[in-house]
């Protein structure tokens, strides 16, 4: 089984719908990531973790909010979906030594 | 100017040759990470680096703290090497920052 799942793998949905993007791991790791790929670009944190009680925005959290609800857990939701977040979303985790980080597959996401 | 740069961006090789790609950084950094993003999305990461090198298989990562460079090399280069190959560096606020990646291609 993989250390790092995301659900869905895959969704469409319409402008201002909310949207849940759900990570799991099984890792025991700490820290949790939300990060965003766009064609020509490097990943792009979106939200990061160092604990259940530590929430931190990255460099595009706007127009995303995240909740951790357990150590295993890190959610996104996108309060009002817009087409120019269409993108591959990935969740990644680490246990801070150098933060080598091991990703979730990522979703894909398309907002009409 | 990104913090971190790529070069090339897209690389086509012939199996069996020795591939070079390489990545520079303008932030200080306490490690630099390989990873390799394959055509079905996933992404793992290869090496981690603060100093030295590291070899992984064909695999060998190179870095050169003083010139804020570090280099990827595949001998042998097979088809199935063919990937993104992503550059990432762990600056302050333990966050890594991203290169755009570089898209190798090895033909049979």
């Known amino acids: 089984d993989a250390d790092v799942t995301q659900t869905p793998r895959n969704r469409i949905t319409k402008t201002g719908k909310r949207i849940m993007l759900e990570c799991s791991q099984t890792k025991g790791h700490d820290r949790m990531y939300w990060y965003r790929q766009d064609p020509g670009l490097g990943l792009q944190l979106i939200y990061y973790?160092?604990?259940?009680?530590?929430?931190n925005k990255g460099e595009i959290s706007d127009g995303y909010s995240v909740s951790r609800q357990a150590q295993a857990k890190f959610s996104l939701s996108l309060e009002s979906a817009i087409p120019n977040q269409t993108a591959l979303y990935f969740c990644?985790?680490?246990?801070?030594?150098?933060?080598?980080?091991?990703f979730g597959p990522g979703t894909r996401l398309t907002v009409l | 100017k990104n913090e971190v740069e790529q070069s090339p961006q897209n690389l086509t090789a012939q199996e069996g040759e020795f591939i070079t790609i390489n990545c520079s950084y303008s932030?200080?950094?306490?490690?630099l990470h390989w990873l390799q993003q394959h055509p079905g999305g996933g992404i793992v990461s290869l090496f981690m680096l603060s100093s030295g090198k590291k070899k992984h298989g064909r695999l060998i990562a190179t870095i050169n703290i003083q010139e804020k460079h570090s280099s990827l090399h595949i001998t042998a280069s097979h088809p199935r090497d063919s990937a993104v190959y992503i550059c990432a560096v762990l600056g302050g606020g333990n966050k890594l920052i991203f290169g755009t990646g570089t898209l190798l291609a090895v033909q049979p």
């Open positions: 990644a985790t680490s246990d801070g030594r150098g933060d080598t980080q091991y």
């Open positions: 932030v200080g950094i306490s490690a």
């Open positions: 973790s160092f604990d259940v009680k530590d929430i």
